[in-house]
């Protein structure tokens, strides 16, 4: 062992004189052999009269065999920047955010960027509060909530209870009173058994329908409008302040457009 | 003398050089073709879709648990019984539970709470078992109406005879997950599940005797 160990040293040091003396040799010998097969032509154009610049020429082909790899590792960079990037966006697009998906939803209104104060949520209030949107979409409300287990309302419910509803991930869908019975059958369908949903009838509408999750909205005009289902899918449950454990049972299941005390919970 | 010697060493590395170089710029392409193609492919084959047995299934089953809570509050709150009070509030309390590990479920995949299909699609004959938006064993809004009305020993008859339908339901869309589903968690769950409603259910018959039902 400690033979063969200096013995190393000593003969690498010659392996490596020979691959470095050509390498140091190469602007000078190199110029005929290491051309093989760039070098060829320079060499016979060089040669005719330039003799003396030979040793340039091979520098030059030195540089012109370093951009190969460069060239390649160019390409490599590029092709697997492409591909990270291509992978990213296709994951970024198949699993996109809800909001950025309700935001997509042609003619939703987001409240959420608009008053940022108004969908805090927690703020409980007795008595009759005052909606500057109707139907509301966020805001205080009555400290009991409406029945949103998939409770289909005949006649206008409270929205003090109703925006509570919301808050817990409802999706509350509205219409105006002389929407054809037909059309309020479509909207049943949709509600029916699905808790975290509620319909009622809401006076003073501007459009037919009106969709409402925490902080969002959507009119509509017809009760086939695939934008229904639409929001629904993306904002129910989605939408909750609380979590989807939020309850949508115990509430109020009494129409009227009073609000109630929350200790009157049950009746009705 | 040095020179052809030479020029044999340098002649003979570098274009073994460039093809090592080649080799390990392709191996590196290669290897990140591979290594996108099996992201891709990992998530669909190890993660449940939109439209699978089990998202159905953790959506229809939060739907379904969400009347059981309901019923269950009302009897915990209003029973006239203790032990009807008692099983209300075990009811309510561990499906609520459940719940949350679906809805956990669903958020782990990426999927939404509401799927794009209609209720019980993903159980072989379920869309013919579905009444007016209602799964099976669920009580109508007529029957919560009249539970909410009810007191005394009617309310406590009525909670165990919904909740007796509600679990045979229950017990039978469970079925259709273990049958059709193959994600290990799910099924574990699911048959938790079963056995918590098959004991319940027994329960629910022998209290029902006793108040006379």
Same mark, same amino acid.
């Given at each position: 062992m400690s033979i063969s160990t200096p013995g190393g040293p000593e003969r690498r040091p010659t392996v490596v004189s020979t691959g470095k003396k050509p390498a140091a040799g190469r602007p000078a010998a190199g110029a005929k052999p290491g051309a093989g097969k760039s070098a060829t032509p320079r060499q016979t154009s060089g040669g005719k009269g330039k003799g003396p610049k030979k040793p340039i020429a091979p520098v030059k082909v030195s540089q012109g065999r370093a951009w190969g790899p460069i060239a390649l590792w160019v390409a490599v960079g590029v092709l697997a920047a492409g591909i990270i990037g291509y992978g990213g966006w296709a994951v970024f697009e198949g699993s996109k955010p809800w909001e950025k998906r309700a935001a997509e939803i042609d003619g939703i209104v987001d409240y959420r960027a608009k008053d940022e104060k108004l969908v805090q949520g927690g703020q409980h209030q007795a008595g009759t509060i005052k909606y500057? /949107?109707?139907?509301? @979409?966020?805001g205080p409300h009555n400290g009991a909530w409406q029945n949103c287990m998939g409770d289909v309302y005949d006649a206008p419910i409270a929205s003090e209870h109703a925006v509570h509803s919301l808050e817990h991930g409802a999706v509350w869908i509205t219409y105006r009173p002389d929407l054809p019975a037909d059309q309020v059958a479509k909207l049943r369908n949709r509600v029916?058994? @699905? *808790?975290k949903t509620m319909l009622s009838p809401f006076e003073?509408?501007?459009?037919p329908i009106s969709l409402q999750a925490w902080g969002y909205q959507l009119k509509v005009d017809n009760a086939d409008d695939s934008r229904i289902d639409e929001f629904i899918k993306t904002?129910?449950?989605?939408?909750?302040? *609380?979590?989807?454990?939020?309850?949508?049972?115990?509430? /109020?299941t009494a129409t009227g457009t009073t609000p109630r005390d929350a200790g009157n919970m049950q009746q009705g | 003398m040095d020179a052809p010697s030479a020029s044999e060493a340098g002649d003979g590395g570098r274009p073994a050089r460039r093809f090592g170089l080649l080799a390990v710029a392709s191996a590196v392409v290669v290897g990140l073709l591979l290594g996108y193609a099996g992201g891709l492919l990992t998530p669909t084959l190890t993660r449940p879709g939109d439209t699978s047995a089990e998202a159905g299934f953790a959506r229809d089953m939060t739907t379904h648990h969400a009347q059981a809570v309901e019923m269950g509050l009302i009897a915990f709150q209003r029973g006239s019984d203790p032990e009807v009070r008692q099983i209300g509030g075990d009811i309510a309390s561990g499906q609520q539970g459940e719940i949350g590990t679906m809805q956990t479920w669903l958020r782990s995949w990426g999927l939404d709470p509401t799927g794009s299909e209609p209720p019980m699609a993903w159980m072989p004959g379920g869309r013919a078992k579905v009444r007016n938006g209602l799964m099976p064993g669920m009580a109508t809004p007529e029957q919560m109406a009249k539970l909410r009305a009810a007191q005394g020993r009617e309310l406590d008859v009525l909670f165990l005879e919904l909740m007796t339908d509600h679990h045979l339901g229950g017990i039978h869309m469970i079925q259709g997950i273990l049958d059709a589903g193959s994600d290990e968690d799910v099924l574990r769950v699911a048959q938790t599940m079963k056995n918590t409603q098959q004991t319940d259910l027994i329960n629910l018959q022998n209290a029902l005797k006793r108040r006379g039902g």
């Open positions: 500057d /949107i109707n139907p509301p @979409v966020a029916q058994g @699905v *808790e003073g509408l501007d459009k904002l129910r449950v989605n939408a909750s302040v *609380e979590g989807p454990t939020a309850l949508c049972n115990q509430g /109020i | -």
